[in-house]
């Protein structure tokens, strides 16, 4: 792939990565169409270059169970369930019962469909009923509960196993005192401080499009 000088001084950061990342396969790009003309608030939606990157984290792990918290409409499930090991499979949990049918008829795109086991209900207490190990978590539902979440999981992922959590930067909000009463974004700057004074875990935040943290479970 070449492009011409006048073509770079047209093109966004954001539109520079894209293009030179892995494309999307069919069922992720109809999922991307379908949730921007049928779902409110569609950029909740992984997309394409995070949803390569978990696709990515998911391969190098090779996990042979992954839990996800917060389903929205399967594209990050999806993406996840691509690096399971043979036999693996994914438990994906969404608050939203309105989301299931949407839910249920996108994961039917894809044959790692079978793969995937979806809950609906409060991941706080679906949680409270599932037996692990996961070998990776996904965080990725109520920005206020991220604490919540973490204690939650946390008997739930072996030693060395891995956690990520979406939203972690929120839109730069997390710096900006302007939110300082916002409750989501309280609770996202109460899971990061959590976490870098937590020694169990080690961490690292991506800037990747909202903020990406990857967390591995130390002790």
Known sequence: MYFCGDFYNIMTLDEYISLHT????????????????????PHMLSGHVQGRALSMISHMIRPKRILELGTFTGYSALCLAEGLAKDGQLVTIEHNDEL????????????????????????????????????????????????????????????????????????????????????????????????AADERFEQVILPLRDGLTLIRKIE
Not at 102 to 128: A, E, F, M, Q, Y
């Open 100 to 195: 299931e049918e949407t839910i249920r008829r996108n994961l039917s795109r894809s044959p790692l469909s079978d793969r995937i086991d979806l809950h609906i209900g409060d991941c706080k207490l679906v949680i409270g009923g599932l037996d692990g190990p996961y070998d990776l978590v996904f965080i990725d539902a109520d920005k206020r509960e991220y604490c919540t979440y973490l204690d939650l999981v946390y008997p739930l992922v072996p030693v060395g196993g891995f956690i990520l959590a979406d939203n972690t930067l929120w839109d730069g909000h997390i710096i900006d005192a302007a939110y300082d009463k916002d409750k989501q974004t309280l609770g996202l700057r109460a899971f990061n401080d959590r976490l």
């Open 22 to 41: 892995t494309p999307e396969n069919e069922a992720l790009q109809a999922i991307t169409r379908d949730t921007h003309v049928h779902i409110l608030n």
